[in-house]
């Protein structure tokens, strides 16, 4: 199993739809968890951390499953500007010595006129 | 904010040049990393740096190689450039390993190897 799964779609949405993406994660005791926009032949940027109680941004809901080692993210009322690709990354390990995060290859989104 | 620059953004270089590719991070961060991106493969990691003159391998450290001799600035190295290295490269840096940093990327840079 893939440390990190997503899929890879693409989601073709129209505006105002309302969208959600999964993840899953193969290592229980990660820790911590975060959704990065990219846009397309840009860096990725942090959207949104994960936190275990779930939590909203504006239009954007991010929530943790542990028991079924998943994170989604749902997006409400879709705009233009929401198209990109949406990475999943998870910080498999605690501690001060855990240096890297885990990505996964990122879900394509596009929201049509 | 976090500021990760990375001074080439594009490049075209020819087979067997070294190419050095800088980076540099201005908020004191411990960790430094380096990442290629290819379509389809997604983020894969090259090289990490905890501290300085420290280094660690990634999932693809082949043909490349690190410097890390100031806390903000990390270096990477292709020794003899080859057209399977043609790709976006990623630095990022990350203030410590503690569960919730995140990790800051610069703007890439796009190298064709011809």
């Known amino acids: 199993r893939k440390e990190v799964e997503q899929d890879p779609g693409p989601f073709n949405v129209p505006e105002g739809a309302t969208v959600a993406f999964n993840c899953t994660y193969s290592?229980?005791?990660?820790?911590?968890f975060f959704w990065y926009r990219q846009d397309c032949r840009k860096e990725p940027k942090l959207l949104m951390s994960?936190?275990?109680s779930g939590n909203e941004d504006g239009r954007f809901t991010a929530q943790l499953n542990r028991a079924s080692q998943y994170i989604s993210l749902l997006i409400r009322d879709s705009k233009l500007s929401d198209s990109a690709t949406y990475l999943c990354?998870?910080?498999?390990?605690?501690?001060?010595?855990?240096?890297?995060?885990?990505f996964g290859k990122g879900t394509k989104l596009s929201v049509i006129p | 904010d976090v500021k990760v620059t990375q001074s080439s953004r594009y490049l075209v270089k020819r087979t067997g040049e070294k190419v050095f590719l800088e980076c540099v991070q201005d908020?004191?961060?411990?960790?430094m990393f380096w990442y290629r991106q290819d379509p389809g493969l997604g983020l894969r990691l090259i090289y990490f740096?905890?501290?300085?003159?420290?280094?660690e391998k990634g999932d693809i450290p082949e043909g490349y190689s690190v410097s890390r001799e100031k806390k903000e600035r990390f270096s990477l190295i292709l020794e003899s450039a080859s057209t399977n290295q043609t790709s976006m490269y990623l630095c990022?840096?990350?203030?410590?390993?503690?569960?919730?940093?995140?990790?800051?990327f610069g703007e890439g840079s796009w190298l064709t190897v011809v």
């Open positions: 990022a840096s990350r203030e410590d390993g503690t569960s919730g940093n995140t990790i800051y």
């Open positions: 290592n229980s005791a990660s820790q911590s």
């Open positions: 994960v936190y275990s």
């Open positions: 990354v998870v910080n498999p390990y605690s501690g001060a010595g855990s240096y890297q995060l885990t």
């Open positions: 908020m004191d961060h411990e960790n």
């Open positions: 740096s905890y501290d300085v003159k420290m280094k």
